[in-house]
């Protein structure tokens, strides 16, 4: 019987420097805080221009697609450059739900404190795929889900999650009543039912449904009872997407 240890594996070392962060991406602290008070001081005087000025859109489009075409993604372009010019594309480029003379599709005015919650968690990026990863974020969603849900008189086992805008929360709705209609199409697709799913929507409903299903059929009132009837017989399944 040998005596020998067995051998030690062999470990090679390599001193490597730490590669610095690209300023462009991952400014100084200095150059971070001059741009924070910068981005502050512009969207609050934004604010105070868009209220007294036009609610719809009013630029160029053919002279700012040139402008945007510029932007190559080769030749760099400084931060104070590209800020100034987003702000001033999206004052006279959009229309402004904020404005208090807009009368158009009902959204929700951004609250200063959403504002806040948004630039906390573009900085902390968290991941809420998994609790693991993300104990805290997670348990704050949950928390206000059920909060909502408890307002809304929803049962107590009713569950969801936050969505980025109103196309998310409507392909959301499309699969939650899908999959209502029959259990397996959340593993096994609209193969599960026995013929093409077809949805009715409203006139007012929201186009983002638009691309979560592939065709649409928009009726009145009047002959939705008719219409709900008639493709039963054909074996196809009925959904309803209605936004009054």
């Known amino acids: 019987m040998s005596s020998r240890l067995p051998a030690q594996p062999v470990i090679a070392t390599v001193d490597h420097p730490t590669p610095k962060p690209v300023p462009a991406l991952f400014p100084s602290h200095e150059n971070r805080m001059r741009w924070e008070n910068y981005l502050i001081r512009e969207l609050l005087a934004v604010g105070d221009r868009v209220k007294t000025g036009v609610v719809t859109a009013a630029f160029d489009i053919d002279g700012f697609r040139v402008e945007l075409s510029s932007f190559d993604f ?3 372009r400084p931060i104070s450059e590209v800020l100034r010019w987003v702000i ?3 004052e006279h480029g959009i229309v402004h739900i904020t404005h208090p003379r807009y009368f158009g599709l009902f959204n929700p005015a951004p609250t200063f404190p959403a504002q806040c919650a948004d630039r906390i968690s573009a900085a902390f990026n968290p991941q ?3 609790w693991k990863t993300s104990p805290a974020a997670v348990e704050i969603e949950a928390h206000v889900i059920r909060s909502v849900a408890e307002r809304l008189r929803l049962p107590r086992s009713a569950s969801g999650h936050f969505t980025t805008g109103g196309a998310e ?3 959301t709705a499309l699969i939650c009543a899908l999959t209502r209609s029959c259990l397996a199409f959340a593993s096994e697709g609209a ?5 093409p799913p077809v949805f009715y929507i409203s006139m007012e409903s929201h186009f983002a449904i638009l691309r979560g299903s592939k065709s649409r059929i928009r009726l009145e009132s009047d002959v939705l009872p008719y219409a709900w009837s008639r ?6 399944l009925m959904q309803m997407h209605w936004r009054p």
């Open 231 to 236: 493709p039963t017989e054909r074996g196809v």
């Open 88 to 90: 001033a594309q999206l």
């Open 191 to 195: 193969r599960v039912f026995s013929g």
């Open 128 to 130: 809420l795929a998994t």
């Open 169 to 171: 929360a409507n392909y």
């Open 74 to 76: 080769v030749a760099q």
